[in-house]
């Protein structure tokens, strides 16, 4: 299989030199890539791209469409600092609302159920009002890591702990285990898909397919720093890496490098497909971009 790789990005992203504004500012329109020879993976076609976030690293859609995407906040990202908060963006990434949501201490990965918009965060599981944005409380979370991505998966609204190997199911009454596994080592994005939960690792760079606690294949591998994972409409996945890779995984394993943006310090975060539409925060330098996929 070929490998794509968009070309530099130094151009296109507003944000990467100088400041960032406060809140986020209005999206441009990107000049289109080189086109790439379609092939099997297919390619990535440049939509959008809105700068101004600040330490951008989840996303999730809306019920209307539109895209919520947390910020960790300026300043430490460790810190309970209480100056996280989400965005919401339309879907031709102009901003719908700055700050949707507030007063959490490092929002990253987001998952909304049952119109409750959840949000993982340093210390636990912070729920609003999906249409509002309004707090509807929090479940702390005692002896966690780090606590990444969310998804909902047969019902259930889970988050990874990339601290501790483990997934957590999570209610507005409490937490509790839904699996562990020392080898999911650095355990980030994970994604409901049917009968399987799709679960990405930073260590080994995995992508597997978990059937039920216990059961679960290894798809593909070598992927480091495995980030969020989507499904491709045309078969496959597709991997983000958080230094600044996007990769295809083909449903026969093998893995295929479609964009690269290492040396432009453009980090790929944690991607999420609504459709043909990939929505990809980047932590830095403050953006977030829209890509559709083409050659399927």
């Not at 951008?56 to 960790?72: K, M, R, T, V």
Request: net charge negative; with cysteine; proline share 5%.
């Amino acid at each position: 299989m070929r490998t794509f790789i968009i070309p530099a990005f130094a151009g296109l992203i507003l944000a990467a030199c100088g400041g960032k504004p406060a809140e986020p500012v209005e999206a441009t329109e990107a000049a289109a890539p080189e086109a790439a020879a379609t092939s099997t993976p297919g390619s990535l076609e440049l939509l959008w791209t809105t700068s101004g976030f600040e330490q951008p690293e989840g996303a999730a859609l809306a019920a209307d469409g539109s895209y919520f995407i947390s910020n960790i906040g300026p300043g430490d990202s460790a810190a309970l600092d209480g100056n996280g908060y989400i965005s919401k963006l339309n879907t031709d990434g102009t901003v719908a609302t700055a700050k949707f949501a507030e007063g959490m201490h490092a929002p990253a990965g987001l998952a909304v159920h049952e119109g409750v918009l959840y949000a993982a965060d340093r210390d636990g599981v912070a729920m609003f009002d999906a249409a509002t944005g309004a707090a509807k409380g929090k479940v702390v979370m005692e002896g966690v890591g780090f606590l990444n991505d969310m998804t909902v998966w047969k019902g259930d609204v889970l988050v990874s702990d990339s601290g501790t190997a483990t997934i957590h199911k999570v209610t507005p009454d409490g937490a509790s285990v839904l699996a562990a596994n020392a080898a999911w080592e650095g355990i980030n994005g994970i994604l409901g898909d049917g009968d399987r939960l799709l679960i990405t690792t930073m260590t080994k760079g995995d992508l597997i397919a978990l059937q039920a606690p216990g059961a679960e294949t290894v798809i593909a591998t070598g992927m480091k720093d495995a980030d969020g994972v989507g499904l491709v409409p045309g078969g496959g996945y597709l991997v983000s890496s958080w230094p600044g890779e996007i990769h295809h995984v083909g449903d026969d394993g093998v893995v295929t490098l479609l964009i690269d943006t290492k040396v432009d310090k453009i980090l790929q975060n944690d991607l999420n497909v609504y459709g043909d539409i990939v929505i990809v925060p980047n932590w830095e330098p403050g953006t977030v971009t829209a890509w559709k996929i083409v050659g399927q």
